[in-house]
């Protein structure tokens, strides 16, 4: 197996984190008109405003690591049924680079999430 068995345990330990961000947040998608957003109920949070803020950032950024990880999983599946010798890039310093770019891409959705999708006066408007 492998790399191939590092990269389904990184797979299967995020896709754990995710559900158990999923079940604390317990977020509801509302879509309205042309837009949808990602809210929470604050009723039943024990914490402050801003910590549901980071809950739910927290999630879009988990939403963004698991589009790339099921594209490097493939990627990788790619490279194996091409029987190239192309999964010398799944070795040493190159499976370190995999394992980093999902985290980037999870880091920038939780930072669009955080800095430009928050709530704000016109977003709550909006939806009520």
């Given at each position: 197996?492998?790399?191939?068995?590092?990269?389904?345990?990184?797979?299967?330990?995020?896709?754990?984190?995710?559900?158990?961000?999923?079940?604390?947040?317990?977020?509801?998608?509302?879509?309205y008109g042309t837009c949808f957003f990602m809210i929470m109920s604050l009723k039943q949070w024990p914490f402050s405003e801003g910590s549901a803020?980071?809950?739910?950032?927290?999630?879009?950024?988990?939403?963004?690591?698991?589009?790339?990880?099921?594209?490097?999983?493939?990627?990788?599946?790619?490279?194996?049924?091409?029987?190239?010798?192309?999964?010398?890039?799944?070795?040493?310093?190159?499976?370190?680079?995999?394992?980093?770019?999902?985290?980037?891409?999870?880091?920038?959705?939780?930072?669009?999430?955080?800095?430009?999708?928050?709530?704000?006066?016109?977003?709550?408007?909006?939806?009520?």
């Open positions: 197996m492998g790399n191939y068995k590092l990269l389904m345990i990184y797979f299967s330990s995020f896709s754990m984190f995710f559900a158990i961000c999923d079940i604390i947040v317990r977020p509801f998608i509302h879509s803020q980071i809950a739910l950032s927290t999630l879009c950024g988990c939403g963004g690591v698991t589009p790339v990880l099921i594209a490097i999983h493939f990627i990788y599946r790619f490279f194996a049924l091409e029987r190239k010798g192309n999964l010398k890039y799944f070795k040493g310093k190159y499976l370190i680079a995999w394992f980093i770019i999902p985290i980037l891409g999870g880091l920038n959705w939780f930072h669009l999430s955080w800095f430009y999708y928050r709530r704000n006066e016109k977003t709550t408007e909006y939806i009520r």
